[in-house]
């Protein structure tokens, strides 16, 4: 079955600590991005990627980081600078940029909480 | 600066009724809006889109309505039935790939 996959489900991060969110997809997606959501907050854009190697910051990209090495691929890392992660991650592709028509298709997404 | 509000957190309908969630933006650059619907512990997924150059677009129970000069959308869902019970979030971008997002309304549909 295509679609994009997220791991780990739940992540407890201590302070200090850095954390990363996987992220795969085989929909064989050009694009790739990362959003946050908080309790009665619209899907916010932390980072996105158009092709392997290259990712553009999103709204709220301080305190994070990515890489694109791989298409399949975005992983997305909480840094000890930002200081409130506590949210919920999703993870999203698309075949082209969305509003020329296409979909953003998203993962089940991942609760991230500090101890 | 939201640029896409939805104005209720939560609507409840009873089976059988229409469901109508409303969605407001302020960029008049937005010219192409999405519908996702989204379970708890599920990510979003893809429910209906319409473009700026359409009033309307309907699949199955589904109809979006598009109002340019009052920067609004709605979902109308008919019949509501009980496994449509979820969040709703609007979306619209502008051409790129800067998707902005409503905040959700929960939709609670009663049998």
């Known amino acids: 079955d295509g679609g994009i996959t997220q791991s780990p489900k739940y992540l407890f991060r201590k302070e200090g600590q850095n954390v990363t969110l996987s992220c795969e997809q085989n929909?064989?997606?050009?694009?790739m991005y990362w959003y946050r959501q908080d309790p009665g907050q619209g899907l916010r854009l932390i980072y996105y990627?158009?092709?392997?190697?290259?990712?553009q910051k999103g709204d709220i990209a301080e305190g994070y980081s990515v890489s694109r090495e791989k298409k399949e691929s975005f992983p997305l890392t909480v840094t000890s600078a930002q200081k409130n992660p506590t949210a919920f991650y999703l993870c999203?592709?698309?075949?082209?940029?969305?509003?020329?028509?296409?979909?953003?298709?998203f993962g089940s997404g991942t609760q991230l909480s500090v101890l | 600066d939201q640029q896409v509000k939805q104005n209720s957190p939560s609507l409840s309908v009873q089976e059988g009724r229409i469901s109508i969630l409303n969605c407001d933006y302020t960029?008049?650059?937005?010219?192409?809006f999405l519908w996702y619907k989204k379970y708890p512990a599920e990510g979003p997924t893809f429910l209906i889109s319409?473009?700026?150059?359409?009033d309307k677009n309907e699949d199955g129970r589904f109809t979006v309505f598009l109002n340019k000069s009052a920067k609004h959308l709605s979902l109308h869902i008919v019949p509501s039935q009980p496994g449509d019970s979820a969040v709703y979030f609007c979306?619209?971008?502008?051409?790129?790939?800067?998707?902005?997002f409503g905040a959700g309304t929960r939709l609670t549909v009663k049998p």
């Open positions: 960029n008049s650059m937005f010219d192409y």
């Open positions: 319409i473009s700026s150059i359409k």
């Open positions: 999203a592709s698309s075949s082209a940029f969305p509003g020329v028509g296409e979909k953003l298709f």
């Open positions: 990627s158009q092709i392997v190697n290259d990712f």
């Open positions: 979306a619209a971008s502008a051409g790129n790939n800067d998707m902005r």
């Open positions: 929909l064989n997606h050009d694009a």
